[in-house]
């Protein structure tokens, strides 16, 4: 929609369609001059429309002439140019203005174009603006105006075809486009993401499986692209398979909720929009705003890879329009039990996973591979685990190391997150606090987790009996020899 504004004509009372020819002759009597219109349907809320007048016409019956009154010696020099689709002749400084035989519209319509100031367009060398309306996303309508040929310049700089009638012309600008933005949440719709068609994130963003991601399609509704009606919108949602649809597809049309055909096929989704009656009639106003949002839930697929979500905007004329796609991710943790004296990796530590290094909310996981116990010759892998799995209670009571030490557990979104061991290995002592594991946009390095070797402990309580047994003997035997030395002394 940049660069040089481009034109759109409508032909009012004696005002022919560009594609009839224009009529030669004398001057006829003027009817009804002032009471002529040109509507514009379809127009862009907020848009300026200037309406320009080009000829003067006379009009009797189906016949119409149109003249030109010389003013700008520009533009007459460009009318009487061999290259001009048009043919002049001058009568008393008014001069009669004919279509030459084999003239396309394409070349009136490029004509007028290069006869427009692109510097100063409320100006342009055939005259000034008649007219000024502002579009409301519906029709506008020009009034009061002498019969002639006329065009009309929008501030969105494109042709509009003409469609028009005596002695009133209808033209419908079709200069609206529509784009796909497709953004995604991963915080419950708080702050969202990859706003603007085809942006990116750096990093990827990140959910925990069996977290919900949220996503939202927006844009504007248009009535045509090209000369081609649209009468719907087709939105094709693809998701990657680690992204389960949760069918919660909500359609809004500038903020009123509307009735859209969805279709749920597997990891696709499609979402009809309709924007056209029976009748051809547009339903919505002009570039209104268009909102779908829906979500999808990670599930056991999305490790170890990035999962995205595209979707594909057509229409009922199978344009492609646009497509916009987003991305979310999840990672690792590994956590790695050692004698801490030694750095020998242990067997046989049971761990459980929580959120918070103090709270109670753990986090259930399911066993990947190997055998879950401490005879696992290899790691253990564990996974954050669906909702399905829970209600299955296919989850595991505690995280096991095996010969390796090595614990991996994955699936999960950026964040802090808290390892409580509940059982030590055989002959360690359980550690008290929880370790804190972090995940930033990667996977996490072997996490030491460290433990010390249990101490002989006492067999009751208090300090134990060992000291007195070892007091009593010493008294004994001190007792026998003093009892000894104390017979031989009374002997002698």
């Given at each position: 929609?940049?660069?040089?504004?481009?034109?759109l004509?409508?032909?009012?009372?004696?005002?022919?369609?560009l594609?009839?020819?224009?009529?030669?002759?004398?001057?006829?009597?003027?009817?009804?001059?002032?009471?002529?219109?040109?509507?514009?349907?379809?127009?862009?809320?907020?848009?300026?429309?200037?309406?320009?007048?080009?000829?003067?016409?006379?009009?009797?019956?189906?016949?119409?002439?149109?003249?030109?009154?010389?003013?700008?010696?520009?533009?007459?020099?460009?009318?009487?140019?061999?290259?001009?689709?048009?043919?002049?002749?001058?009568?008393?400084?008014?001069?009669?203005?004919?279509?030459?035989?084999?003239?396309?519209?394409?070349?009136?319509?490029?004509?007028?174009?290069?006869?427009?100031?692109?510097?100063?367009?409320?100006?342009?060398?055939?005259?000034?603006?008649?007219?000024?309306?502002?579009?409301?996303?519906?029709?506008?309508?020009?009034?009061?105006?002498?019969?002639?040929?006329?065009f009309?310049?929008?501030?969105?700089?494109?042709?509009?075809?003409?469609?028009?009638?005596?002695?009133?012309?209808?033209?419908?600008?079709?200069?609206?486009?529509?784009t796909?933005?497709?953004?995604?949440?991963?915080?419950?719709e708080?702050?969202?993401?990859?706003?603007?068609?085809?942006?990116?994130?750096?990093?990827?963003?990140?959910?925990?499986?069996?977290?919900?991601?949220?996503?939202?399609?927006?844009?504007?509704?248009?009535?045509?692209?090209?000369?081609?009606?649209?009468?719907?919108?087709?939105?094709?949602?693809?998701?990657?398979?680690?992204?389960?649809?949760?069918?919660?597809?909500?359609?809004?049309?500038?903020?009123?909720?509307?009735?859209?055909?969805?279709?749920?096929?597997?990891?696709?989704?499609?979402?009809?929009?309709?924007?056209?009656d029976?009748?051809?009639?547009p339903?919505?106003?002009?570039?209104?705003?268009?909102?779908?949002?829906?979500?999808?839930?990670?599930?056991?697929?999305?490790?170890?890879?990035v999962?995205?979500n595209?979707?594909?905007?057509?229409?009922?004329?199978?344009?492609?329009?646009?497509?916009?796609?987003?991305?979310?991710?999840?990672?690792?943790?590994?956590?790695?039990?050692?004698?801490?004296?030694?750095?020998?990796?242990?067997?046989?530590?049971?761990?459980?996973?929580?959120?918070?290094?103090?709270?109670?909310?753990?986090?259930?996981?399911?066993?990947?591979?190997?055998?879950?116990d401490?005879?696992?010759?290899?790691?253990?892998?564990?996974?954050?685990?669906?909702?399905?799995?829970?209600?299955?209670?296919?989850?595991?009571?505690?995280?096991?190391?095996?010969?390796?030490?090595?614990i991996?557990?994955?699936?999960?979104?950026?964040?802090?997150?808290?390892?409580?061991?509940?059982?030590?290995?055989?002959?360690?002592?359980?550690?008290?606090?929880?370790?804190?594991?972090?995940?930033?946009?990667?996977?996490t390095?072997?996490?030491?987790?460290?433990?010390?070797?249990?101490?002989?402990?006492?067999?009751?309580?208090?300090?134990?009996?060992?000291?007195?047994?070892?007091?009593?003997?010493?008294?004994?035997?001190a007792?026998?020899?003093?009892f000894?030395?104390?017979?031989?002394?009374?002997?002698?």
């Amino acid at each position: 929609m940049k660069g040089i504004k481009k034109i759109l004509t409508g032909i009012i009372a004696g005002a022919m369609a560009l594609s009839m020819v224009f009529s030669a002759g004398n001057a006829l009597d003027v009817k009804a001059a002032g009471s002529g219109s040109i509507t514009v349907s379809n127009t862009t809320e907020g848009k300026t429309y200037n309406l320009y007048k080009v000829f003067d016409a006379t009009y009797e019956g189906d016949k119409v002439a149109y003249t030109y009154d010389g003013s700008n010696a520009t533009f007459l020099a460009a009318l009487q140019a061999s290259t001009s689709p048009f043919t002049v002749n001058e009568y008393n400084g008014v001069y009669s203005v004919v279509r030459k035989d084999g003239a396309e519209d394409s070349a009136v319509l490029k004509f007028i174009e290069d006869n427009t100031d692109k510097d100063h367009p409320d100006v342009n060398n055939f005259g000034s603006v008649v007219q000024t309306l502002t579009g409301n996303g519906g029709e506008i309508t020009f009034t009061g105006l002498d019969f002639g040929y006329y065009f009309i310049t929008s501030s969105l700089g494109t042709v509009v075809t003409v469609d028009s009638a005596v002695p009133n012309a209808t033209v419908i600008d079709k200069n609206q486009t529509t784009t796909v933005d497709k953004q995604e949440s991963v915080d419950n719709e708080v702050n969202w993401l990859y706003v603007g068609m085809g942006e990116t994130e750096k990093p990827v963003p990140t959910q925990m499986v069996g977290m919900k991601v949220n996503y939202k399609v927006t844009g504007t509704v248009t009535q045509y692209i090209g000369k081609d009606q649209v009468t719907y919108l087709l939105f094709t949602d693809t998701l990657s398979e680690g992204l389960t649809a949760n069918k919660d597809v909500k359609v809004t049309v500038d903020g009123a909720e509307v009735k859209a055909e969805v279709n749920y096929n597997g990891q696709t989704t499609t979402i009809k929009l309709v924007t056209a009656d029976a009748n051809l009639k547009p339903l919505y106003p002009s570039n209104a705003q268009y909102e779908i949002t829906y979500s999808a839930t990670v599930n056991e697929k999305a490790v170890d890879m990035v999962q995205n979500n595209e979707v594909k905007l057509t229409d009922n004329n199978g344009n492609e329009i646009g497509k916009d796609r987003t991305d979310v991710v999840n990672y690792n943790i590994f956590l790695v039990k050692k004698d801490a004296k030694t750095g020998k990796e242990l067997a046989g530590a049971e761990f459980k996973l929580f959120t918070t290094e103090k709270g109670d909310v753990e986090i259930p996981v399911v066993l990947v591979s190997g055998t879950g116990d401490a005879t696992s010759t290899e790691k253990n892998v564990y996974r954050v685990a669906t909702a399905d799995e829970i209600t299955k209670g296919e989850t595991v009571e505690t995280m096991v190391t095996g010969t390796t030490g090595v614990i991996e557990v994955k699936g999960f979104a950026n964040g802090t997150y808290y390892f409580e061991e509940t059982k030590a290995p055989a002959g360690y002592n359980r550690l008290e606090g929880r370790t804190p594991a972090t995940v930033n946009g990667k996977n996490t390095a072997e996490i030491p987790v460290l433990n010390n070797s249990g101490s002989l402990l006492p067999s009751t309580g208090g300090i134990g009996t060992t000291i007195f047994y070892i007091l009593g003997g010493i008294l004994i035997v001190a007792g026998i020899a003093y009892f000894i030395v104390r017979r031989k002394a009374d002997a002698e």
